[in-house]
């Protein structure tokens, strides 16, 4: 077999590990099909996803894409906390499993795509432009509000802007603080 021609003629099929709400708010790629963890665990929708894989063995790369909390502080310049550590790591068991589910099955071509539905997202945002793409035409029930939409806003305000928010967080939580401590004096004259 020439190995050239059987690498173009390969082509990819995306499943999404997310769970169908996070598909549903977050927005989904029309031609992917969404293979979460707890379909997998429905034994009638198991053997429903068997047989519709079934004819993809050997002819589709299987690109198996989770939420990709992991590319957030890369690509968002975020810290790391324990719930954002907590988050990464369900995330890429959920699509560790998914990926498993194709491996025991004998599919050859498994991958898992770096970074993500984040990753996704965050390339159509910032660089969709370029190629006539933008992720509410790209993607089926997308919400600019939803999490990766928030991130990318945040992440495109202006250097400027950021120092208003942080003053204004800063104001905020002074003014609340004020406001504890004169209603704990109150509290204390009477």
Not at 80 to 104: H, Y
Not at 147 to 155: D, N, P, V, Y
Not at 170 to 187: P, Y
Request: with cysteine; net charge neutral; charged share 25%.
């Amino acid at each position: 077999v020439d190995r050239r021609r059987y690498k173009e003629r390969l082509k990819y099929y995306l499943v999404d590990s997310r769970t169908e709400e996070a598909a549903m708010e977050q927005g989904r790629f029309p031609t992917s099909v969404n293979l979460s963890p707890e379909t997998l665990m429905d034994p009638e929708k198991l053997q429903q996803t068997e047989k519709m894989f079934e004819s993809l063995r050997g002819a589709m790369h299987i690109v198996i894409m989770g939420e990709g909390f992991n590319a957030i502080p890369s690509l968002y310049d975020q810290k790391m906390t324990p719930k954002l550590t907590e988050l990464m790591e369900q995330d890429e068991s959920r699509s560790n499993l998914c990926a498993l589910f194709f491996q025991k099955r004998g599919f050859c071509f498994v991958s898992v795509l770096d970074g993500g539905f984040c990753a996704a997202h965050s390339w159509l945002v910032r660089n969709g432009s370029s190629r006539h793409l933008d992720a509410a035409s790209v993607l089926v029930d997308y919400n600019p509000d939803s999490l990766f939409g928030q991130l990318e806003c945040l992440h495109n305000i202006t250097a400027t802007e950021k120092a208003q928010r942080k003053m204004s967080n800063l104001l905020e939580a002074s003014l609340a603080q004020m406001t504890k401590r004169a209603q704990q004096l109150e509290k204390l004259a009477s």
